[in-house]
C-alpha cells in the first residue's frame, strides 16, 4: 500500500485478513457509511491484490478497501503450527509486530480517523493476536480517537470465548458491565472450540484440532479466577450495536459471499453461521441482527501491556 496516496477517512476498520471485518462487524461498518462517514478498511496480513469477496463486500457496504501484504502466520512460521497459545512466539512475530504498530501510526497519522476498529484477539490465530496488540500499540493513548474492538465471528460464538479471551487479558469493566460476558462450562466450551475453522474452511488435521482442545482447557483454567471489577488490565466499556433487518440481510449476505461454499455450492457455513448470529442477537438484546464492541477507556497509567501476565500463560 501507497501511504503517500492514503486519503483522510473517518473511521478506520482494521483486519488480520480480509474477511474478518466482514464477517465480524458489517452492521457497524454499515451504519458507519449511511452516516456518512468515509470508511476505509485495512486487511493487515491480507495479499495486495488478492482475494475477490472481501474487497467487493467492503464496498458494497460503502467502504474502502486495502491490503498492507504483511506475511500470514503460515508464511513465516514455513508451515509449523499456526495456534495462537500453543507454544513460544518465534522472534520472527516480534518483528511482524513491530512492523504493524509502525505500519498502523502512520496510517492513524495520514487517515486521521476518530474511530478506529480492531479486533480482540479471540481464537487461535497469531495473526489476529498481532493485529489486536499492534492496534493497541498504535491508538490506545491516544487523545481524540476512539478505539473499539470488535468480536471476530465465528470465534466469539464459541461459549465462553470472549470471557476467556477478556479474562486473559486482565481487562477491568465498570460495575454496570460485569455480567457482560457469559460464561461456560469446560464441555461445552471444548464441543464447538474448533468450529470457526471448520466455518472459515480451514482443513485442519487430527493433531491441530486436538492442540486446540488442549489450548481452549488451558486457557479456560486460567480465566477462571478473573474479577473484572478489580483487574489490573486494559479498561474496556461493551458496546452493543443493534440493526435493523435490512442491515441483518445486508449482514448475511456479506456471510454468504465471503464463507467457502461446498463442492456442490451450497452455503452450508454461511447458514450455520448466520444461525448463530441470529441466536447472539437475541443474548446482546437485539431484535433482528446486534454486535457487541469493547471500547477502550483511558485508565491514566499510560500505555497498557498488549499482553497480560495471564495470556502470557497461555502460551
Not at 493485529?131 to 491508538?139: D, Q
Request: aromatic share 6%.
Amino acid at each position: 500500500m501507497d501511504l503517500a496516496e492514503l486519503e483522510c477517512y473517518d473511521s478506520l476498520f482494521i483486519a488480520p485478513h480480509g474477511d474478518d471485518v466482514m464477517l465480524a462487524c458489517p452492521a457497524r461498518l454499515l451504519g458507519e457509511a449511511e452516516k456518512g462517514r468515509r470508511v476505509l478498511v485495512l486487511a493487515l496480513f491480507e495479499p495486495v491484490g488478492g482475494g475477490k469477496n472481501a474487497p467487493q463486500a467492503a464496498r458494497d457496504l460503502g467502504a474502502d478497501y486495502v491490503a498492507a501484504g504483511l506475511l500470514t502466520a503460515g508464511e513465516r512460521w514455513d508451515g509449523r503450527s499456526v495456534l495462537a497459545g500453543t507454544g513460544d512466539r518465534p522472534p520472527e512475530d516480534e518483528d511482524t509486530l513491530a512492523e504493524a504498530a509502525v505500519l498502523l501510526a502512520e496510517v492513524g497519522a495520514r487517515s486521521r480517523a476518530i474511530h478506529v476498529y480492531a479486533p480482540l484477539g479471540l481464537g487461535f490465530s497469531v495473526d489476529h493476536s498481532l493485529t489486536y496488540e499492534s492496534a493497541v500499540r498504535a491508538f490506545a493513548t491516544e487523545a481524540g480517537r476512539n478505539l473499539f474492538l470488535y468480536e471476530e465471528r465465528p470465534e466469539a460464538f464459541v461459549p465462553g470465548a470472549v470471557r476467556t479471551r477478556l479474562a486473559l487479558l486482565g481487562v477491568r469493566l465498570p460495575p454496570g458491565a460485569a455480567r457482560s460476558a457469559d460464561r461456560s462450562g469446560l464441555v461445552r466450551h471444548l464441543w464447538r472450540v474448533n468450529e470457526p475453522a471448520r466455518l472459515r474452511g480451514d482443513a485442519r488435521g487430527i493433531r491441530a484440532r486436538l492442540a486446540a482442545l488442549g489450548a481452549a482447557r488451558r486457557r479456560l483454567r486460567l480465566a477462571r479466577p478473573w474479577n473484572p471489577l478489580r483487574a489490573f488490565g486494559p479498561r474496556l466499556q461493551p458496546v452493543v450495536h443493534s440493526a435493523d433487518e435490512e442491515a441483518m440481510l445486508r449482514a448475511r449476505a456479506v456471510a454468504e459471499g465471503v464463507l467457502p461454499k461446498d463442492g456442490r455450492g451450497r452455503s452450508r457455513s454461511a447458514r450455520l453461521f448466520n444461525a448463530r448470529a441470529t441466536a447472539a442477537a437475541k443474548k446482546l438484546g437485539g431484535v433482528y441482527h446486534a454486535e457487541r464492541l469493547w471500547l477502550f477507556l483511558p485508565s491514566g497509567d499510560g500505555l497498557p501491556e498488549v499482553q497480560h501476565p495471564l495470556e502470557r500463560a497461555a502460551y
